[in-house]
């Protein structure tokens, strides 16, 4: 009879393309890897893989048997998730952020999951909007909260929120007396978000559609450097406005009003439908209900309200 470790290397190994990814994804060898397979076409008298190819390519008979890997895989884990209480489930969480929840509603995130799964392993992976997306589609990360910059029909997507982005600049440094149009700003640096960046390629779009071409540009991947650049001096640059209003308040950044304004800039929950579980359902409830960009490194559940 075959076993599930045999069915997850099946799986794995299409997923991620090879068997040493497999084996890397599974914590073994790839020696392992190939005596599992061998092991289920041995079971089934038949071959999975195309051993005239040098890629990992199932045969007609292996995808035959994936079909029914995946599903026997998840109606292992649904059984796991349903019969174990919230409390004793033991499992890594690998959440993939980029800059901004993790200046603000990370933490609260972070509580919450650890409130309901005391035995979870949570993993934050901050990074690139960009970079985000290739490791959901590599299973390097079980769900990733990034600008809603894609239109990925390999992802489900569960809206969360908007954020409110503004011109700032160091006072002074622009009349903010009157609104400008936006060809009179792009007169001046503009400190902008790089390719890889889900609100970077956001804005990008935009300026295309209102055909605006900054003489002279600045582009950065980490909204930390542009927030430094900005107060600087060194330009003008799009930023949440929310959470920096404290920036403002004290005097180190104003509001530079132009026309037309900057679009918002919704935020989505990224997951793979097909390993969406009972748990994974759980933390995007969570993540739902504690999403909040108006203030920075909230540490407490009351500090915001909805």
Wanted: glycine residues 6%; proline residues 4%; aromatic residues 8%.
């Amino acid at each position: 009879m075959f076993s599930f470790k045999q069915l997850e290397a099946l799986y794995w190994i299409d997923t991620l393309g090879g068997f040493a990814a497999a084996a890397r994804k599974l914590n073994t060898t790839q020696s392992a890897i190939s005596k599992r397979v061998k092991e289920l076409e041995a079971i089934f008298e038949t071959e999975l893989f195309d051993r005239d190819n040098r890629q990992a390519r199932l045969t007609e008979k292996g995808e035959e048997m994936l079909m029914v890997a995946k599903r026997l895989l998840e109606q292992r884990d649904a059984a796991v998730e349903q019969f174990s209480k919230a409390e004793i489930v033991e499992r890594r969480l690998r959440i993939g952020i980029t800059e901004l929840t993790a200046m603000t509603w990370l933490p609260r995130l972070v509580r919450l999951v650890r409130q309901h799964y005391p035995k979870v392993v949570i993993e934050p992976d901050v990074d690139l909007s960009v970079n985000l997306r290739d490791k959901l589609l590599a299973d390097e990360v079980d769900i990733i909260i990034v600008p809603d910059a894609f239109s990925e029909s390999r992802f489900s997507v569960l809206p969360l929120a908007s954020v409110k982005s503004v011109w700032m600049a160091k006072p002074g440094l622009l009349p903010v007396s009157r609104t400008l149009r936006m060809h009179e700003l792009a007169a001046h640096t503009i400190l902008t978000q790089g390719g890889k960046s889900g609100t970077g390629i956001i804005y990008e779009r935009w300026f295309k559609s209102q055909a605006i071409s900054p003489s002279n540009s600045i582009s950065s991947n980490s909204l930390v450097a542009l927030i430094g650049l900005t107060v600087s001096g060194l330009g003008v640059s799009y930023l949440p406005y929310l959470c920096l209003r404290g920036l403002i308040e004290r005097g180190a950044l104003e509001v530079v009003e132009t026309t037309p304004s900057l679009p918002q800039i919704s935020y989505v929950v990224l997951y793979r439908g097909e390993r969406k579980s009972g748990f994974i359902s759980s933390i995007l409830m969570l993540a739902q209900e504690c999403c909040d960009f108006s203030d920075l490194f909230q540490i407490d559940e009351t500090i915001a309200s909805k």
